[in-house]
């Protein structure tokens, strides 16, 4: 937290209040102000009028395809959104910030595809999982294509601003890796404290959203304190994110969800309702649940659930949203632009933490 004297509070022309530390530098031109900056419906559509394109060559037509495949069944896009709310926060979009918001979408593709064969998973935005219609071994290279091709785009940026931008990328694309390791240790080991679920689900999911914004901004030329706080929104909105991908994977319409629900359950994650219902439940349905752990078919979806039920994971997923997205907006709070600019990034907090899909 910064202390008043390292801020100075003022209040625009149209009632805004304007957070500025005193050393920040980067401040957004006063006459675009008045403009109200893109949704997050418009920069998806900006973002996909240039990322809808063929990503890959023709031949081998089955690695290609596959690659192709799961880009083609889009997505929410969050990331490179964020990516370019980020950018127009401090500036207009640049090119650049369109390059990196594909390299990020690109990568984040890529952690699905191998996410996928971790937690065999069937589903992914309502279709089939790229390795159960293309096979295992084309779904690895489909993805490693995928994070290549996510560096090339990268390659395009500005020579000013490369080195933080691929130092930043890498620093997380390895935190992922780390965090998706620990998700799988996780399946193995019986007791997990709510510290390391925070933990692993920082590294694989969170970090990412928080990279993605402070990419954007970096481009746009934002001082390393502002870059600092909307990383810092960024993270905790992404565990808020994965808490509600968390409670989606149990209690979701899988319709709209496009995943086979159950599978976290099926594959003994250890997701904030297993470790919740371990802590509240009573003594009798604790060593059911125990039990339940060790079967391995999917009989045991159900009973899990009716559990997760009787301990209310729903009022208590709630409640853990609550907590990280006030965390979140008091560092969006802190960022030091007219509050008018930060409004794309509070809608998008407000639409994710009730998302269904
Ligand atoms: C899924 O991410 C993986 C998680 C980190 C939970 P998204 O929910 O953003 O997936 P798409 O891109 O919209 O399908
Ligand atoms: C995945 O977490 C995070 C990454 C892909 C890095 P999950 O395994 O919960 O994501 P979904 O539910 O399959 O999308
Ligand atoms: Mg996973
Ligand atoms: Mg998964
Ligand atoms: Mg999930």
Known sequence: MRTNDQMIKKTDINGNTISTEKNEIKAAPAV????SLHSYKELSHLFEQRFNVRQFPEQPEKLYDASQYLLALGGKRIRPVMCLMGNEMFDTIKEDAYHVAAAIELFHNFTLVHDDIMDRAPLRRGMQTVHMKFGESTALLAGDVMLVTGYQSLNKVHIDFL???????????????EGQQLDMDFEKMPEINF??????????????LAASLQLGAILGGAGLGNQGHLYEFG?????A????DDYLDAFGNPEKFGKKTGGDIMANKKTFLLLQALKVASASQQKELHSLLRLNDESKIQPVLDIYTSCQVDVWAKELKQ???SIALEHLEEIAVLSARKKPLEDLAHYLMDRDV
């Open 32 to 35: 675009e102000n008045k403009q």
């Open 241 to 244: 994110f994965q808490v509600q």
């Open 195 to 208: 510290d390391d679920y925070v933990r692993m689900i920082t590294l694989k999911t969170s970090v990412a």
């Open 235 to 239: 993270k905790n909105l992404g565990i």
């Open 323 to 325: 907590k990280y997205l």
């Open 163 to 177: 080195p933080a931008v691929l130092s930043l990328f890498n620093k997380t694309a390895k935190e992922v890796c």
